[in-house]
Each structure stands twice: as structure tokens, then as C-alpha cells.
């Protein structure tokens, strides 16, 4: 349980910086100091730390109970602790993080060296402290390593960092299937750009408005686009 709420912890704070952002967004106050700080440690909090651990702990919890529920969620529990408690713990942080990858492009690290060094910060801290915690008492914080010999724990555990780290690395490439690649990472295809421009000036094509608007509205975040939507339906003559 104590990882659950240190993940929750995070989560709470990455919420708590975007509504703050958000309200901003909504204000047209995103070009102050106290917003651009604000987006930066939202958008580190969610690639570094929130990300990675939301989806180890969905996944290695699953995967455990699959195996031998005994080892994370004793059956007893299930007198105490209701089914949609352990649902909400364990799979809908997961859902959050899917609709919040949909909904915001992070196409690259805020901060590559920053958030990996919160990420390993954290891997080591919370494994010194379960391991102390051993060595004190004799039992394990988790029952899944009390079944193994030490060579098997120290595999798992490398499994444990190396599969939440394969999980920090993956979210850039997903979010650029979804939301596409930067403008300034096509830079290579000057030349083929500027052909394509010579042709559309030939061919005297008129400019698209609508294709401007669809280019800015991609650009915005889901705060901004939902409200450019509403706009767009206030003023529309239907």
C-alpha cells in the first residue's frame, strides 16, 4: 500500500499543477513567469515520475495477482476492501494516463536529464527504504519477494527498475504516433517543402483559412481546443 500512496502522491501534484495551468490557459495568462514554471514541472512530474510508476504498478500488479493473488491482495481482503477500491488503485490510474496522453502532446522530455534523475532518485530511494525495512524486521514489505531466493530478488528488482524505465522511454514515441511529429523535426525536408510551395504558387491556389485554423487548433492544448470549439459553435449560423 505504501507505494500506492507515494504514487498517488504524484499524481496529485501533477492534477493539482495542471488545474492551476489550466485556470491560466482559460485566463490568457500563459505568458507570465509563475505559468511557464508551472507547465514545466507539470509536463517533468508526468514524463518522469507519473508515467513510469502509474503503469509498473498497474502492470506488475496485475501480473502478480494473475500469477498467485496471494502475494499482493489476499483473498481476505475482499471482506474488507471493496472490488471497485482495488479497481481505482490499480487500473483506472492507468485509464487517467491513457486520456491525459490523448488529450496533451509530449512528443519529447521536458527536461531529459531532470526527469530521469527524479526517476532514479526514486527507483533507489523506495528500494533502500523496503530493503531496510527487511533487514529491521524480517519480513518484507511485499510477500512477492518473501517466495524467492536472493539471486531471484535481485533479478526482480532489476526487472522492476528496467521495465519502469522501458515505460518512461516508450510514452515520446506513443505520443508522436498520436499527435504527430514537431514542425521542426521535418527541418530536412527544406527542399521538398519549398517545391511543394512553388507548385501551390504556380497553380495560384487561394489561402485556406479553415487550414490555418485547423493547423493553430492542433497546436493548443485540450483546455484551449475545447474552448476554440465552443467558439466555433456560438458563432456558427446554425
Known sequence: MRSRALLCSFQIIFLGLSLVHDILEWLDMTEGKLATKIKYWRDVLFSGMVVPYTLFVTSMFWTVYAIDRE???PKVYDTVV???FNQCVHTNITIVIVIETLLQARRKPTD????????????IVYAVVYYTIY???GRWLYQVFGV???????LYQLLIWGSSYVFYLIQFPINRLIHGREENESSNSNDIDKTNENIKTNEKIMPNETENETNSFSKNSWSLKFR???DRFENSRL
Open 71 to 73: 502475494l499482493v491482495f
Open 82 to 84: 471493496p472490488w471497485w
Open 112 to 123: 531529459r536529464r531532470l526527469e530521469i534523475t527524479l526517476f532514479w532518485v526514486i527507483a
Open 135 to 137: 533487514f529491521v524486521t
Open 148 to 154: 524467492m531466493n536472493w539471486w531471484q530478488v535481485c
Open 228 to 230: 476554440n470549439l465552443k
